[in-house]
């Protein structure tokens, strides 16, 4: 007689471990490109402004591009003001194709190779798979997120040295609270970025294709953004979950205003939040048939 | 392109009904969202456009009544800026019926459609219209009335409308409260400060008026009046034209401007009185706001003052100043007016910008509060030196070139006159006296004074004396573009001679940053002003000495810290959902089924009555019950779609039976279920990570079983796939047979008890083939058991000990290999002469001979021995090629089974 539930040294929260699905994901080619591109970014915006410098004073158009030629301007003002223009630029885009990647490539790409049939029926349990993953896309996400601040901040700071946080809406920052408030502004565009998060994760568990999971949450993104600009739509775009997107800035004035991040990071964790809560109640009752 | 439209094609949902239902309410909810949103709301108010006659005028009004009052509210007057009509306050007139209260608003005389010239509030005219109006309230059945021809009411306005709620309060009693804004106090004073006249504002003033001629009216018959004056009454054109041709107001015009001030009323004012003036105001500073405190609580009637970012040049502010002095006025009203809420407190408050807002680029300012008013000239001073010799500066001709401080009537110049940008100076025409880098931030809030020395050769100059904010990168910002004109006579030619003045500037709201200086610069020309024509060179000097008036208050709770608090709550309920989720997981796994039902315990699977339907209506699986004991190898057969895969991934946990139970050891099967972990599994083809080697891919399952690594047993499995040095090729370069051998190798890692394999031979090469059933075969010694689903007779036929025949879901037999395949009754027999042979058979007595083909035979034998049947041919002449028993399962399998090789599905 044999009554034992499970093989011997199973154990359904052992199933699975991080630090497998860290590898697992480490080992992937797209993985590794992503966060290198992280790291590249700052260098080509650094050799772009070496080489292509020089010329930039005959665009003093004023306010034509607005915040972001004044944050190109200043990019070569020091370290934090190279970096700070780096996540501006990324923020946009190319953070949101990242953190779509990450998190909407990593369910539908095990389901697509098959694989995700045999983690199942280890059994990882299914919840446990999602949590897992999430966890570890989330930490890819973040890495990524600080490997770009990282660099910008090395080597901007190598380059333009040490020196106060510009900005032109509001006087200069001295650099140990320029750092604190450039981390602020990162942790506050890692918690927009939950929306996309959240968004790629739900569509990653309800297809296999992870091209579509990746594409389509970017494309929902960049769809919400359009909204946000047409102004007839009037007060449901703070719903959208784009919004609040630049709220970041509010960090560069002195003092800080906080109010339109704390308004962007509810609408962030909430959307997040659905979205999540979507795609466990999903995968936990599907059939999983590919 | 296209790759990206498959995939995208390929993650769109598949459309069905199950599908296009939730997805169809989904939309429906959204769109009504949508709808709800934008809807247009019913008005919350009712207005009737009304004429009201008299004095030989007729007022263009509108009443406003809110839509749900329960008897008889209380009524305010709104009267409208300068230039503007009833509609100019239509926001704020809805807004306050909204709030209960009756709401007339009207065109003021002189403007729009309504008819008359325009008097400046003159107590005569503008303010005799007004009072009729609140005798025409009194007569309103909805108006509330403290007694007959007394309306209960209170008057709000900005600016000319301000003005004449002081003037009506001061004339006419009846006034329960007043709420004037950037308003002045003496219009004399406000329009030639210092003795110079203010003949931008002037002009921007008199041109509005006088446009009204060609705008105003819409149609209607404009009485056709000077072409000078436009709606201007004779009297006020006459003053105007007066006071800007020479700069200085004779004194019939002094006494015109002085009839239309509220300065001469104050002392008859009784309503309690709120006073919000703006603090970015180079026509109405804030020293007109506090002439008017002054006066009126010195009577000892109740008066508050707030001062907000705006005012003429600067508007209604930032969004939160709005707020905070609309909440004041409603307070006000509701407290004055209606007798509700406690009575507003004496609290003085202010705002100062705090920067730019990060969303809109709109300024945004931080409010205080103080405990009381303190005036313009602050809760205490700071003293601030400044240094400079004594300078020469030259008064250009009519003005020309002039400096420029603000400009008015432009609007929306907040910003830049608050951070610099608009305010210059003309080089030669200008002094600068300038102070150390500050130590320490002053918060500036009241009127700074300064001493001046001037000399001038004609006895007499006009001065331009402003406070700039320099900061360390040499941008200087007049604040709120605000200067203080003076003339001064009777100088002398030597400034060694003159005699020291002390010059008021205007009141400012600014915190001056430490590190940053200040600069006293004394100009003789600003564009805003009417200076003396006759160039002239004076010589001037600043004492040391600057006075700032300071005041500490206490900062406004930003409202939008509440969103903060809002966030907390937000996450606060998440993690407080997630616990509970949690908490009831770990009860429902507590109390889940763990019984073990004790006749199948060592019995590897026994499922019952499984049933699978899917969502769309299709039936994969109908009912399928077997049992696979230790030591067999079952084979699953049956042709595509018979359903053995779905029964594979019902087993495998990856599929919800609809009904029908699996016990694996006696354990009930569901998803995800430990039990899973004693069996191995290959369902539908293998899945590896393309981009590691097959080693790789191996290592990365049993990690994730989070297994001891000792128990995989991995060279044994390593030994079954026998992919030798290719182990450690990556997968995606792997043939089909490869990744099959790899995959009955990972299905077999740690040796689990039960092996699933949905076919094993898929791929494989017939000495794979061959090898594969060997290992099976060994694979179900020692209490192990396999079960095997294959399309393929043979395989299951050499492979099995035993197999379940499967037809469109249902099973259509079962048992040993060797019993389905049995000793079959039939033969088939090559016979020469078919008809000969079918004759014998018969008089042989078989059951029955089928003719299949040119000379073959199929003979259910009926029990006669196959020796006897071959010699009774022989015998009679027939030749006999090939006799073949029919006993292979494909016999049993295709007679089962029938010939429709169709599946019930494709799935």
């Keep these: ?290 | 392109m296209s790759a990206l439209s498959a995939g995208l094609r390929r993650a769109l949902p598949r459309l069905n009904r199950r599908r296009v239902v939730p997805a169809a309410a989904a939309l429906a909810v959204l769109a009504a969202a949508a709808v709800w949103a934008v809807r247009p709301a019913a008005d919350p108010w009712s207005s009737e456009d009304l004429r009201l006659a008299g004095d030989g005028v007729e007022l263009d009004a509108r009443f406003y009544l809110p839509a749900d009052r329960a008897g008889k509210v209380p009524a305010v007057l709104v009267a409208h800026g300068f230039g503007g009509t009833k509609d100019s306050v239509r926001s704020d007139a809805e807004s306050l019926a909204e709030q209960g209260y009756a709401v007339l608003t009207y065109t003021a005389r002189g403007f729009g459609r309504s008819t008359g010239e325009i008097h400046l509030d003159s107590p005569d005219h503008e303010v005799k219209d007004a009072q009729r109006l609140l005798d025409w309230l009194a007569t309103r059945p909805e108006v509330t009335t403290d007694a007959a021809n007394d309306p209960k009411v209170a008057v709000v306005g900005g600016s000319y409308g301000g003005a004449l709620a002081l003037l009506l309060a001061g004339q006419d009693q009846r006034v329960d409260a007043i709420v004037p804004q950037i308003t002045w106090n003496d219009l004399g004073e406000s329009l030639v400060p210092g003795g110079v006249f203010k003949k931008s504002w002037a002009g921007y003033f008199f041109g509005n008026g006088a446009a009204t001629l060609t705008l105003g009216g819409s149609g209607r018959a404009q009485e056709q009046g000077d072409p000078a004056c436009g709606r201007f009454a004779a009297d006020v054109c006459k003053a105007y034209l007066q006071m800007a041709t020479t700069g200085v107001p004779d004194e019939t015009t002094s006494a015109l401007l002085r009839k239309s001030s509220p300065a001469t009323v104050l002392d008859k004012i009784k309503a309690p009185t709120l006073l919000i003036q703006g603090a970015v105001d180079s026509l109405f500073p804030l020293s007109e706001a506090d002439a008017n405190a002054k006066g009126i609580a010195a009577t000892g009637t109740p008066v508050k003052v707030a001062w907000f970012t705006g005012g003429h040049d600067g508007g209604e502010g930032p969004g939160t100043d709005s707020d905070r002095v609309k909440y004041l006025t409603l307070q006000w009203l509701e407290h004055y007016l209606k007798g509700e809420g406690e009575s507003p407190s004496d609290a003085f408050t202010w705002s100062r910008v705090a920067g730019f807002s990060a969303m809109d680029r709109d300024l945004v300012t931080n409010g205080y509060s103080a405990d009381a008013y303190p005036g313009i000239s602050g809760s205490g001073t700071t003293d601030v030196t400044v240094t400079g010799a004594a300078q020469p500066i030259a008064n250009p001709p009519n003005g020309n070139p002039g400096a420029i401080s603000s400009l008015p009537g432009i609007g929306g110049r907040l910003t830049s006159l608050l951070s610099g940008g608009v305010a210059m100076d003309i080089p030669g025409q200008h002094a600068n006296w300038e102070s150390a880098p500050l130590t320490d931030a002053i918060d500036v809030a009241g009127a700074p004074t300064v001493t001046v020395r001037a000399a001038s050769p004609t006895g007499e100059a006009t001065l331009f004396v402003k406070l700039y904010d320099i900061d360390p990168n040499g941008t200087s910002t007049l604040s709120a573009g605000l200067v203080a004109p003076v003339r001064l006579t009777g100088l002398p030619a030597d400034i060694g001679q003159a005699q020291p003045v002390t010059v008021t500037l205007p009141a400012i709201v600014r915190e001056i940053e430490a590190g940053h200086t200040i600069r006293i610069t004394v100009a003789t020309s600003d564009q805003s002003f009417l200076t003396p024509a006759t160039p002239a060179l004076y010589t001037v000097a600043v004492e040391s000495t600057v006075t700032l008036p300071t005041l500490v208050g206490t900062p406004i709770a930003d409202p939008g810290s509440v969103w903060w608090y809002a966030l907390a709550g937000v996450l606060g309920v998440i993690i407080l959902g997630l616990i509970v989720l949690l908490v009831i997981r770990r009860i429902l796994h507590r109390r889940r089924d763990v019984t073990v039902v004790a006749e199948h315990a060592d019995t590897p699977l026994v499922v019952k009555g499984l049933r699978k339907a899917y969502g769309d209506g299709f039936v994969a699986v109908q009912e399928i019950s077997f049992t696979v004991q230790r030591g067999q190898v079952v084979g699953l057969l049956g042709p595509n779609g018979a359903g053995k895969t779905t029964t594979l991934r019902v087993l495998m946990g990856l599929t919800q039976p609809t009904a029908g139970e699996i016990y694996v050891f006696g354990h009930r099967l569901v998803s995800g279920a430990p039990i899973l972990s004693r069996v191995g599994a290959l369902v539908e083809g293998p899945g590896f990570l393309p981009h590691l080697s097959g080693y790789e891919n191996l290592k990365a399952y049993w990690q994730a079983t989070g297994r001891p690594w000792e128990d995989a047993r991995f060279s044994e499995a390593l030994e079954i796939a026998g992919l030798g040095d290719s182990v450690h090729r990556k997968t995606r370069k792997y043939s089909h047979g490869m990744r099959q051998r790899l995959a009955i190798a990972q299905a077999m890692l740690g040796l689990p008890e039960l092996l699933v394999l949905d076919e094993p031979t898929d791929g494989l090469d017939p000495p794979q083939i061959a090898e594969m059933r060997r290992v099976l075969q060994r694979y179900a010694t020692d209490g192990r058991a396999v079960l095997v689903s294959s399309h393929l007779l043979a395989e299951v036929e050499q492979t099995c000990t035993h197999a379940v025949v499967v037809n469109k879901g249902r099973i259509v037999a079962s048992g040993q290999v060797d019993d389905i395949v049995g000793d079959s009754p039939s033969v088939q027999l090559d016979v020469s002469d078919v008809t000969t042979a079918t004759r014998v058979l018969e008089e042989l007595g078989v059951a029955s001979v089928t003719t299949e083909g040119e000379s073959s035979l199929i003979v259910d034998m009926n029990g006669t021995p196959r020796s006897e049947v071959v010699a009774s041919l022989v015998t009679a002449g027939v030749g006999v090629d090939r006799l073949v028993p029919r006993r292979r399962l494909e016999d049993a399998f295709l007679s089962l089974v029938g010939d429709n090789s169709r599946g019930s599905g494709d799935r």
Excluded: C
């Design chain 1, 1 to 290: 007689m044999s009554t034992v539930e499970a093989a011997a040294g199973y154990k359904a929260s052992r199933t699975l471990p991080i630090w497998a699905e860290v590898r697992r994901q480490a080992s992937r080619r797209r993985t590794q490109l992503a966060l290198g591109f992280m790291a590249l970014l700052p260098v080509i915006v650094l050799l772009a402004f070496e080489f292509g410098g020089g010329r930039r004073d005959d665009d003093n158009d004023g306010g034509g591009g607005g915040a972001f030629s004044s944050m190109a301007d200043l990019a070569t003002s020091g370290g934090l003001n190279f970096a700070l223009f780096g996540l501006a630029v990324s923020a946009s885009f190319l953070l949101v194709v990242v953190v779509a990647l990450f998190f909407g490539d990593t369910v539908a790409s095990e389901a697509s190779w098959g694989s995700l049939r045999y983690l199942l029926a280890v059994p990882v349990p299914r919840a446990r798979l999602l949590g897992v993953k999430l966890i570890v896309a989330g930490g890819y996400s973040l890495l990524a997120l600080l490997i770009l601040v990282g660099t910008g901040l090395l080597i901007g700071t190598l380059r333009y040295g040490w020196s106060p946080l510009g900005s032109t809406i509001a006087a200069e920052i001295p650099p140990a609270e320029g750092v604190l408030r450039l981390l602020g502004i990162t942790a506050y565009l890692a918690t927009t970025l939950l929306v996309v998060a959240g968004l790629a994760f739900l569509l990653s568990v309800l297809t296999d294709a992870a091209l579509g999971a990746v594409g389509g949450a970017v494309l929902l993104f960049i769809m919400s953004s359009i909204l946000d600009q047409i102004d007839a739509l009037g007060d449901i775009r703070s719903a959208l979950p784009t919004h609040y997107a630049d709220a970041w800035m509010g960090l560069l004035s002195t003092p800080v205003q906080t109010e339109d991040m704390a308004k962007g990071a509810i609408s962030a964790v909430v959307y997040a939040t659905i979205f999540w809560g979507a795609a466990f109640y999903r995968f936990t009752r599907k059939d999983v048939t590919s």
